[in-house]
């Protein structure tokens, strides 16, 4: 959890609030929505308070370039990390048996 709050952290002090865009960068969005309610919690303080504010404000609180790109990457990073790691607890082996009554057929 520690990792991915980093990620997300260092993604949006480089690129800003406007590197979670669910409308412009969709494909991106779909990666960051691992993150669960804070990449939709992110997406909405994109949409109502960056996309309807005047172009000055835009101008100045948009990030452009590469920090814009590297900061959408963090958050697709953190999200896809945390899918993996459901991933993992779901599907990993099952160890029900694994108890220490289990006896060793080598004896």
């Known amino acids: 959890m520690l990792g991915a709050f980093i990620l997300i ?38 949409q109502s308070l960056l996309k309807t504010s005047s172009p000055e404000t835009q101008a100045k609180l948009t990030s452009l370039g590469h920090l814009n790109a590297i900061g959408t990457l963090y958050i697709a990073l953190a999200g896809l990390m945390n899918v993996v790691v459901i991933l993992d607890a779901f599907a990993g082996p099952d160890r029900r048996d694994d108890g220490p009554t289990r006896r060793s057929t080598d004896q």
């Open 9 to 46: 952290a260092i993604g949006l002090l480089l690129g800003g609030v406007d590197v979670v865009d669910a409308k412009q960068d969709r494909l991106w969005f779909i990666a960051q929505a691992g993150n669960g309610p804070v990449a939709f919690v992110l997406d909405y303080l994109n």
